[in-house]
């Protein structure tokens, strides 16, 4: 009796371009929380990425791209409040 194992499976463009694009959204929305200021822009280039690898996941991907660019805005409004890059505001 032989045995053989199966080939390997290589990872595809697109399934990482999957990836790239959820992993944008979670990173954006997790963004809005904690550390706007390194994943907002981290977000914003998994998105990127992903949809210009054609992404099967458009939306998602979509929706980590705003999300990135609103944890940027939110940074920006705060820095503007407070003069910091913290949610600290202390007065």
């Known amino acids: 009796m032989e045995l053989t194992s199966a080939a390997p499976r290589r990872r ?3 399934h990482d371009a999957d ?3 959820v992993a944008s959204f979670v ?5 809005l ?7 907002g822009p981290v977000a ?3 998105a990127s990425v992903a949809l ?3 992404t099967a996941r ?5 929706l980590g791209l705003g999300l990135g660019v609103a ?9 503007a409040m407070d003069g910091t890059l913290s949610w600290s505001l202390q007065g």
């Open 27 to 31: 990173l954006g929305l997790l963004g």
């Open 19 to 21: 990836g790239m694009a």
């Open 71 to 79: 944890d940027l805005l939110v940074l920006a409004a705060f820095m």
């Open 58 to 62: 458009r939306g998602r991907a979509l």
């Open 44 to 46: 914003v280039v998994l």
């Open 52 to 54: 210009r690898r054609g």
């Open 12 to 14: 595809t463009a697109a």
């Open 33 to 39: 929380l904690v550390l706007n200021v390194f994943l």
